[in-house]
T-cell receptor, first 112, second 112 residues
């Protein structure tokens, strides 16, 4: 049982490039989330999904897109990378019974 | 969701109890108090949550005042590995998306 896995661990992008951050879970949780964390700050919700085929915006969705075609995968897409998107990105799932979110190890992204 | 106020930082001696306060004076009757912690560079980790009764698990105890306007997370015997940022979050259970809103948290340094 790997829990929540994220790839890549680190990435450097040039301004204007695009990339997809991968998130996969093997716990069969319906809820999945993407957060970003800027240095010294708390986490901010980007997008979330309550199940396959259903996604919704969080607090800071601009510049990002998501899809949820399967229960296991919830990729986050950056279309035109900007320096303001330099951050650590965390994916999380929700354990229904206790309502505790499980977080992945994060992806550290730098846009220069 | 109600906002929370936490001290930005606090120190604690190894082996002693760490008492982390959280103010949530605008909490509603159906909002739960959650605590998460984030050890350096890792994804946040769920600690405990409660509605109005005191709660205890293998990690910590949660004391909620009778008027529910504040709470205290207690780490009974702090170890160096408890050094982390601790987040107090209030949230309506089973609300749309079951989203968490992270504030700045309290940076706890456990000293030998």
């Amino acid at each position: 049982n790997a829990g929540v896995t994220q790839t890549p661990k680190f990435r450097i992008l040039k301004i204007g490039q695009s990339m997809t951050l991968q998130c996969t879970q093997d716990m069969n949780h319906n809820y999945m989330y993407w957060y970003r964390q800027d240095p010294g700050m708390g986490l901010k919700l980007i997008y979330y999904s309550v199940g396959a085929g259903i996604t919704d915006k969080g607090e800071v969705p601009n510049g990002y897109n998501v899809s949820r075609s399967t229960t296991e995968d919830f990729p986050l897409r950056l279309e035109l990378a900007a320096p303001s998107q330099t951050s650590v990105y965390f994916c999380a799932t929700l354990r229904d019974r206790l309502y505790e979110q499980y977080f992945g190890p994060g992806t550290r992204l730098t846009v220069t | 969701d109600a906002k929370t106020t936490q001290p930005p930082s606090m120190d604690c001696a190894e082996g002693r109890a760490a008492n982390l306060p959280c103010n949530h004076s605008t909490i509603s009757g159906n909002e739960y108090v959650y605590w998460y912690r984030q050890i350096h560079s890792q994804g946040p980790q769920y600690i405990i949550h409660g509605l109005k009764n005191n709660e205890t698990n293998e990690m910590a105890s949660l004391i909620i005042t009778e008027d529910r306007k504040s709470s205290t997370l207690i780490l009974p015997h702090a170890t160096l590995r408890d050094t982390a940022v601790y987040y107090c979050i209030v949230r309506v259970d089973k609300a749309a998306g079951n989203k968490l809103t992270f504030g700045g948290g309290t940076r706890v340094l456990v000293k030998p």
